[in-house]
């Protein structure tokens, strides 16, 4: 007998500023969502060598500041600064809450509206301009680095990243990336427009055990077939970019089981 698909939805989190970082304590519960808190005794998402088991929100004020000198340099169009700044951030702060509390911010405040970071800011239908490229391309090199530097060949793979054609996840699929690998995850990353049929064929030569398809809208009918094809992944809808921590506590909590 064929089993059932899996096809997992993660709650949808505010994000439109990035303004209080979200934690798995805060996700939906079991009453209105298919995806249940993490175990309190250890599959919390915390930052790399927190002692805690939430995510604590950094000083206010020092996130204006670090905001404020991100989006200088990209008015500078000094996308070196970005990326500097950005990586700053990542090692202080870990990717999560580096994401949450400054790319979200500044993606928004200049590349476009959050429901759709992650593209080219024409893409996200906000301005074309030079300093929303600067950002996107600094930001972009700060977490490839970081991607790069946790990069763990003892970890086989078990969660693949991709987007389909017209969604710009890719931003927020290597933030994700870099997210799990702090948590001992590794991942394929086939990145944004990849196409249905070749997803599918990634699925059955890789055969991972749970799949993220970053979309900013629902596509139900393929994810469907997708998961009818698959029925042994789970198969885990995610977007827009504020909903990241949900989507971290469904990869780390459907690993658990």
């Known amino acids: 007998m064929t089993s059932a698909p899996h096809l997992r939805r993660t709650g949808s989190l505010p994000g439109s500023?990035?303004?209080?970082?979200?934690?798995?304590?805060?996700?939906?519960?079991?009453?209105?969502?298919?995806?249940?808190?993490?175990?309190?005794a250890g599959s919390h998402i915390a930052p790399p060598g927190s002692a805690g088991s939430h995510i604590a929100p950094p000083d206010p004020a020092g996130s204006r500041i670090a905001l404020r000198r991100l989006l200088a340099?990209?008015?500078?169009?000094?996308?070196?600064?970005?990326?500097?700044?950005?990586?700053?951030?990542?090692?202080?702060?870990?990717?999560?809450?580096?994401?949450?509390?400054?790319?979200?911010?500044?993606?928004?405040a200049i590349g476009g509206p959050p429901t759709a970071i992650g593209g080219p800011p024409t893409a996200t239908g906000g301005p074309a301009t030079a300093p929303a490229f600067a950002l996107l391309t600094g930001i972009r090199a700060a977490l490839d680095g970081r991607v790069t530097r946790l990069a763990r060949r003892d970890l086989a793979?078990?969660?693949?990243?991709?987007?389909?054609?017209?969604q710009p996840g890719d931003l927020p699929l290597t933030a994700l990336a870099a997210v799990l690998l702090e948590h001992g995850v590794e991942s394929w990353r086939l990145g944004a427009e990849v196409p249905w049929p070749a997803l599918s064929d990634a699925v059955t030569r890789a055969a991972p055990a749970r799949l993220i398809v970053w979309s900013a809208g629902?596509?139900?009918?393929?994810?469907?077939?997708?998961?009818?094809?698959?029925?042994?992944?789970?198969?885990?809808?995610?977007?827009?970019a504020g909903t990241l921590p949900g989507i971290i506590a469904a990869c780390l909590t459907s690993a658990a089981h």
């Open 218 to 240: 629902e596509p139900a009918a393929e994810l469907s077939s997708l998961a009818a094809r698959h029925p042994a992944v789970t198969i885990i809808p995610a977007g827009p």
């Open 157 to 166: 793979p078990t969660v693949m990243l991709a987007a389909p054609p017209g």
């Open 73 to 108: 340099a990209a008015g500078r169009v000094d996308d070196r600064a970005v990326a500097r700044l950005t990586g700053d951030a990542l090692e202080t702060d870990g990717t999560l809450r580096t994401w949450q509390r400054l790319c979200v911010p500044a993606l928004a």
């Open 17 to 40: 500023t990035g303004c209080t970082p979200e934690t798995p304590d805060s996700l939906p519960g079991a009453a209105g969502s298919h995806i249940a808190p993490p175990d309190p």
